[in-house]
T-cell receptor, first 111, second 115 residues
Framework: QKEVEQNSGPLSVPEGAIASLNCTYSDRGSQSFFWYRQYSGKSPELIMFIYSNGDKEDGRFTAQLNKASQYVSLLIRDSQPSDSATYLCALRGTGRRALTFGSGTRLQVQP | EPEVTQTPSHQVTQMGQEVILRCVPI?????FYWYRQILGQKVEFLVSFYNNEISEKSEIFDDQFSVERPDGSNFTLKIRSTKLEDSAMYFC?????????????FGPGTRLTVT
Protein backbone atom coordinates (compact mmCIF):
# COMPACT_ATOMS: atom_id res chain seq x y z
CA GLN A 1 0.00 0.00 0.00
CA LYS A 2 1.32 3.41 -0.94
CA GLU A 3 2.06 5.72 1.98
CA VAL A 4 0.14 8.61 0.43
CA GLU A 5 -2.35 7.90 -2.30
CA GLN A 6 -3.94 10.38 -4.66
CA ASN A 7 -5.95 10.01 -7.84
CA SER A 8 -3.67 11.24 -10.62
CA GLY A 9 -6.55 12.83 -12.56
CA PRO A 10 -6.92 14.94 -14.48
CA LEU A 11 -9.83 16.36 -12.54
CA SER A 12 -11.65 18.75 -14.83
CA VAL A 13 -14.07 21.34 -13.42
CA PRO A 14 -15.70 24.41 -14.98
CA GLU A 15 -14.69 27.87 -13.85
CA GLY A 16 -16.59 28.90 -10.72
CA ALA A 17 -17.23 25.34 -9.57
CA ILE A 18 -15.92 23.58 -6.48
CA ALA A 19 -12.94 21.31 -7.00
CA SER A 20 -12.58 18.43 -4.54
CA LEU A 21 -9.21 16.76 -4.18
CA ASN A 22 -8.70 13.68 -2.03
CA CYS A 23 -5.83 11.90 -0.37
CA THR A 24 -5.57 8.76 1.77
CA TYR A 25 -2.62 7.64 3.83
CA SER A 26 -1.43 4.49 5.51
CA ASP A 27 0.50 5.65 8.59
CA ARG A 28 -2.05 6.04 11.40
CA GLY A 29 0.48 7.97 13.46
CA SER A 30 0.83 10.76 10.91
CA GLN A 31 0.25 14.09 12.58
CA SER A 32 0.61 16.94 10.14
CA PHE A 33 -0.87 17.22 6.68
CA PHE A 34 -0.11 19.64 3.91
CA TRP A 35 -1.39 20.60 0.49
CA TYR A 36 1.07 21.94 -2.01
CA ARG A 37 0.33 23.31 -5.46
CA GLN A 38 2.83 22.65 -8.22
CA TYR A 39 2.67 24.31 -11.60
CA SER A 40 4.40 22.48 -14.43
CA GLY A 41 8.17 22.88 -14.17
CA LYS A 42 7.93 24.79 -10.89
CA SER A 43 8.50 23.98 -7.23
CA PRO A 44 5.81 22.97 -4.72
CA GLU A 45 4.03 25.91 -3.12
CA LEU A 46 2.46 25.45 0.31
CA ILE A 47 -1.21 26.41 0.24
CA MET A 48 -2.76 24.71 3.28
CA PHE A 49 -1.82 22.73 6.35
CA ILE A 50 -4.00 20.95 8.87
CA TYR A 51 -3.07 19.22 12.09
CA SER A 52 -6.44 18.48 13.78
CA ASN A 53 -9.53 16.57 12.74
CA GLY A 54 -12.19 18.68 11.08
CA ASP A 55 -12.18 21.55 8.62
CA LYS A 56 -9.81 24.44 8.18
CA GLU A 57 -10.66 27.31 5.86
CA ASP A 58 -8.37 29.85 4.26
CA GLY A 59 -9.96 32.05 1.61
CA ARG A 60 -11.22 29.85 -1.22
CA PHE A 61 -9.49 26.77 0.20
CA THR A 62 -10.82 24.33 2.80
CA ALA A 63 -8.78 21.42 4.09
CA GLN A 64 -10.57 18.53 5.76
CA LEU A 65 -8.95 15.89 7.92
CA ASN A 66 -10.40 12.64 9.21
CA LYS A 67 -7.71 10.69 11.07
CA ALA A 68 -10.01 7.76 11.84
CA SER A 69 -10.58 7.23 8.11
CA GLN A 70 -6.99 8.27 7.25
CA TYR A 71 -8.32 10.76 4.76
CA VAL A 72 -7.42 14.33 3.86
CA SER A 73 -9.16 16.49 1.30
CA LEU A 74 -8.87 19.93 -0.23
CA LEU A 75 -11.83 21.90 -1.52
CA ILE A 76 -11.28 24.84 -3.84
CA ARG A 77 -14.31 27.10 -4.14
CA ASP A 78 -14.95 29.37 -7.12
CA SER A 79 -12.26 27.58 -9.14
CA GLN A 80 -10.29 29.78 -11.52
CA PRO A 81 -8.26 28.81 -14.60
CA SER A 82 -5.18 29.93 -12.64
CA ASP A 83 -5.90 27.10 -10.18
CA SER A 84 -5.01 24.61 -12.92
CA ALA A 85 -2.00 22.77 -11.52
CA THR A 86 -0.99 19.55 -9.80
CA TYR A 87 -1.99 19.40 -6.15
CA LEU A 88 0.31 17.42 -3.90
CA CYS A 89 -0.80 15.92 -0.62
CA ALA A 90 2.02 15.55 1.90
CA LEU A 91 2.29 14.39 5.46
CA ARG A 92 4.74 14.24 8.29
CA GLY A 93 4.91 10.65 9.47
CA THR A 94 5.27 9.30 12.98
CA GLY A 95 8.35 10.70 14.68
CA ARG A 96 9.64 12.24 11.47
CA ARG A 97 10.25 15.70 10.18
CA ALA A 98 10.51 14.65 6.55
CA LEU A 99 7.50 15.11 4.32
CA THR A 100 6.13 12.17 2.37
CA PHE A 101 4.37 13.22 -0.80
CA GLY A 102 1.70 11.66 -2.90
CA SER A 103 2.03 11.61 -6.66
CA GLY A 104 -0.41 14.49 -7.03
CA THR A 105 -3.74 15.17 -8.69
CA ARG A 106 -3.78 17.27 -11.83
CA LEU A 107 -6.59 19.82 -11.78
CA GLN A 108 -7.85 21.49 -14.94
CA VAL A 109 -10.26 24.42 -14.59
CA GLN A 110 -12.06 25.04 -17.84
CA PRO A 111 -12.89 28.72 -18.65
CA GLU B 1 7.99 38.10 1.33
CA PRO B 2 11.10 36.07 2.27
CA GLU B 3 11.80 33.09 0.06
CA VAL B 4 14.23 30.24 -0.42
CA THR B 5 16.66 30.78 -3.29
CA GLN B 6 18.69 28.18 -5.17
CA THR B 7 21.59 28.27 -7.62
CA PRO B 8 22.15 27.34 -10.33
CA SER B 9 18.73 26.95 -11.91
CA HIS B 10 20.12 24.35 -14.31
CA GLN B 11 23.29 22.29 -14.04
CA VAL B 12 24.54 19.94 -16.73
CA THR B 13 27.32 17.57 -15.77
CA GLN B 14 28.99 14.44 -17.05
CA MET B 15 28.59 11.12 -15.31
CA GLY B 16 31.18 10.68 -12.59
CA GLN B 17 31.66 14.39 -11.96
CA GLU B 18 31.01 16.12 -8.65
CA VAL B 19 28.30 18.76 -8.38
CA ILE B 20 27.38 21.19 -5.64
CA LEU B 21 23.90 22.61 -5.48
CA ARG B 22 23.44 25.75 -3.44
CA CYS B 23 20.55 27.08 -1.41
CA VAL B 24 19.91 30.13 0.72
CA PRO B 25 17.10 29.29 3.17
CA ILE B 26 14.72 31.87 4.60
CA UNK B 27 16.80 33.92 7.00
CA UNK B 28 15.19 33.12 10.37
CA UNK B 29 14.57 29.46 9.59
CA UNK B 30 16.49 26.78 11.44
CA UNK B 31 15.54 23.55 9.67
CA PHE B 32 16.77 22.82 6.17
CA TYR B 33 15.87 20.07 3.74
CA TRP B 34 16.71 18.66 0.35
CA TYR B 35 14.15 16.88 -1.82
CA ARG B 36 14.34 15.66 -5.36
CA GLN B 37 11.79 15.03 -8.09
CA ILE B 38 12.63 12.84 -11.04
CA LEU B 39 10.69 13.93 -14.13
CA GLY B 40 7.11 12.68 -13.95
CA GLN B 41 7.55 11.22 -10.47
CA LYS B 42 6.70 12.33 -6.98
CA VAL B 43 8.73 14.55 -4.71
CA GLU B 44 11.12 12.48 -2.55
CA PHE B 45 12.82 13.43 0.69
CA LEU B 46 16.61 13.24 0.82
CA VAL B 47 17.85 14.82 4.05
CA SER B 48 17.05 17.24 6.82
CA PHE B 49 19.57 19.39 8.69
CA TYR B 50 19.34 21.17 11.99
CA ASN B 51 21.88 22.70 14.34
CA ASN B 52 24.74 21.89 11.95
CA GLU B 53 24.04 18.22 11.67
CA ILE B 54 21.89 15.80 9.73
CA SER B 55 18.73 15.07 11.68
CA GLU B 56 17.14 12.63 9.25
CA LYS B 57 17.97 11.05 5.90
CA SER B 58 16.33 8.71 3.45
CA GLU B 59 17.63 5.57 1.76
CA ILE B 60 18.37 7.66 -1.32
CA PHE B 61 20.88 9.75 0.62
CA ASP B 62 23.82 7.36 0.43
CA ASP B 63 27.56 7.97 0.69
CA GLN B 64 27.57 9.81 -2.63
CA PHE B 65 25.63 12.65 -1.05
CA SER B 66 26.66 15.16 1.57
CA VAL B 67 25.27 18.38 2.95
CA GLU B 68 26.94 21.35 4.53
CA ARG B 69 26.17 24.76 5.93
CA PRO B 70 29.46 26.47 5.11
CA ASP B 71 28.43 29.87 6.47
CA GLY B 72 25.47 31.61 8.10
CA SER B 73 23.37 31.75 4.97
CA ASN B 74 24.18 28.95 2.51
CA PHE B 75 23.15 25.31 2.59
CA THR B 76 24.69 22.98 0.03
CA LEU B 77 24.10 19.51 -1.38
CA LYS B 78 27.11 17.75 -2.89
CA ILE B 79 26.92 14.72 -5.12
CA ARG B 80 30.41 13.23 -5.35
CA SER B 81 30.19 11.07 -8.44
CA THR B 82 27.04 11.70 -10.40
CA LYS B 83 25.12 8.92 -12.10
CA LEU B 84 22.60 9.13 -14.93
CA GLU B 85 19.83 8.35 -12.44
CA ASP B 86 20.70 11.44 -10.40
CA SER B 87 19.10 13.55 -13.14
CA ALA B 88 16.20 15.29 -11.41
CA MET B 89 14.93 18.55 -9.99
CA TYR B 90 16.49 19.17 -6.59
CA PHE B 91 14.52 21.33 -4.20
CA CYS B 92 15.79 22.95 -1.06
CA UNK B 93 13.25 23.75 1.66
CA UNK B 94 13.36 25.40 5.04
CA UNK B 95 11.10 25.74 8.02
CA UNK B 96 10.87 27.94 11.07
CA UNK B 97 11.20 26.86 14.66
CA UNK B 98 8.62 26.69 17.40
CA UNK B 99 4.98 26.19 16.56
CA UNK B 100 5.46 26.53 12.80
CA UNK B 101 8.44 24.28 12.38
CA UNK B 102 6.63 21.70 10.25
CA UNK B 103 5.63 24.08 7.47
CA UNK B 104 8.28 23.71 4.83
CA UNK B 105 8.80 26.30 2.12
CA PHE B 106 10.44 25.24 -1.10
CA GLY B 107 12.93 27.02 -3.31
CA PRO B 108 12.56 27.17 -7.10
CA GLY B 109 14.78 24.13 -7.63
CA THR B 110 17.89 23.19 -9.57
CA ARG B 111 17.43 21.02 -12.60
CA LEU B 112 20.37 18.58 -12.70
CA THR B 113 21.06 16.83 -15.97
CA VAL B 114 23.69 14.08 -15.96
CA THR B 115 24.94 13.03 -19.38
Amino acid sequence: QKEVEQNSGPLSVPEGAIASLNCTYSDRGSQSFFWYRQYSGKSPELIMFIYSNGDKEDGRFTAQLNKASQYVSLLIRDSQPSDSATYLCALRGTGRRALTFGSGTRLQVQP
Amino acid sequence: EPEVTQTPSHQVTQMGQEVILRCVPISNHLYFYWYRQILGQKVEFLVSFYNNEISEKSEIFDDQFSVERPDGSNFTLKIRSTKLEDSAMYFCASSDHGNRDYEQYFGPGTRLTVT
